[in-house]
């Protein structure tokens, strides 16, 4: 068995009305649906956090958290 990606989630920082940072959270299930949804450049979403999961050679779940600092101000 090879290692294979289940899903996963996006977690974007951005303001809401009241100029508070809120986290706003897009699944995926494939690498070129992340890669798709990471690609529009926009100082409204900006990506914070993107968590993998899925299956390692022996079939046991595995996840993968990619965390990431914005020097942008929003």
């Known amino acids: 068995m090879t290692a294979k990606v289940i899903e996963g989630t996006i977690i974007f920082r ?3 009305a009241s100029r508070q940072l809120v ?3 897009e699944t995926f299930t494939s ?11 926009s100082n409204e ?7 993998i999961r ?3 050679e022996n ?3 595995r996840q993968l958290t990619l965390v990431f600092e914005s020097v942008t101000v929003l």
Do not use: H
């Not at 979403?45 to 968590?51: A, E, G, N, S, T």
């Open 14 to 16: 951005t303001r809401a």
């Open 23 to 25: 986290e706003v959270e």
């Open 31 to 41: 690498l070129d649906e992340l890669f798709t949804r990471c690609l529009p450049l």
């Open 45 to 51: 979403k900006l990506v914070d956090r993107i968590i």
């Open 54 to 56: 899925g299956i390692d």
């Open 59 to 61: 079939g046991n779940p």
